[in-house]
């Protein structure tokens, strides 16, 4: 995971997501299990599904820690998954890959709260 986490900070896109200090606060209040709860719903939402009308358009890009840490993963929409992760696109993610992205993002979330 430490890899990929690697290659993505080489991005000029990537790289620029930071959490900042209310992130952190926000996710000091409610707790790693609750953010990673809900990673776990908003990938299993917006992002799983075979089909996503708005795919591209369905996470912002800020207003929640997590949001912010899928455009730094490229966990944030279908093309971006294809693109860094090789998840093909039209087909639903199965629980496997929900997984490996829900701990992509928690793990880079961990990352920049020990920053």
């Known amino acids: 995971?430490?890899?990929?986490?690697?290659?993505?900070a080489k991005s000029d896109f990537r790289?620029?997501?930071k959490l900042k200090d209310k992130d952190k606060l926000y996710i000091e209040q409610k707790g790693l299990e609750t953010i990673k709860r809900?990673?776990?719903?908003?990938?299993?939402?917006r992002i799983a599904p075979a089909e996503i009308s708005n795919d591209g358009k369905q996470t912002p890009m800020k207003g929640h820690p997590?949001?912010?840490?899928?455009?730094a993963t490229a966990t944030c929409c279908r093309k971006c998954i294809n693109k860094?992760?090789?998840?093909?696109c039209g087909r639903e993610l199965t629980f496997e890959e929900q997984d490996y992205l829900v701990n992509l993002i928690m793990r880079w979330i961990e990352k920049q709260i020990e920053m």
């Open 84 to 88: 860094w992760h090789k998840f093909d």
């Open 15 to 17: 790289r620029k997501f």
């Open 66 to 71: 997590v949001f912010i840490a899928q455009h």
């Open 38 to 45: 809900h990673a776990q719903d908003f990938i299993s939402k």
């Open 1 to 8: 995971m430490d890899d990929i986490l690697e290659r993505l």
